[in-house]
């Protein structure tokens, strides 16, 4: 599988497939995981992804992510918040 970006969207695009990847920044929800992380980086033709608190990244399938709602972005950052706070 190959990926590429398009620069006029910002979007990338898996070539096997077509199945649109987020772009840098976005939060997305792994629907394997079930855990909610922010796009770091792209690996041959999968997402990484980290956690709002930090630690580990990991990869998914673009196929397995969606973009996080409103409420799933917000807890994810208020518990960051929380964490970071008690260092």
């Known amino acids: 599988m190959a990926t590429t970006r398009d620069n006029t969207s910002g979007s990338v695009n898996v070539k096997d497939n077509d199945i649109p990847v987020p772009s840098i920044a976005t939060w997305m929800l ?5 855990a909610v992380g922010e796009v770091v980086g792209y690996v041959v033709a999968r997402v990484r992804l980290r956690h ?33 706070t008690r260092l």
């Open 30 to 34: 792994d629907t394997e995981r079930g």
């Open 52 to 84: 709002p608190r930090g630690g580990d990244e990991w990869e998914a399938d673009p196929g397995c992510l969606r973009p996080a709602t409103p409420a799933e972005e917000l807890r994810a950052r208020v518990a960051a918040r929380n964490h970071r």
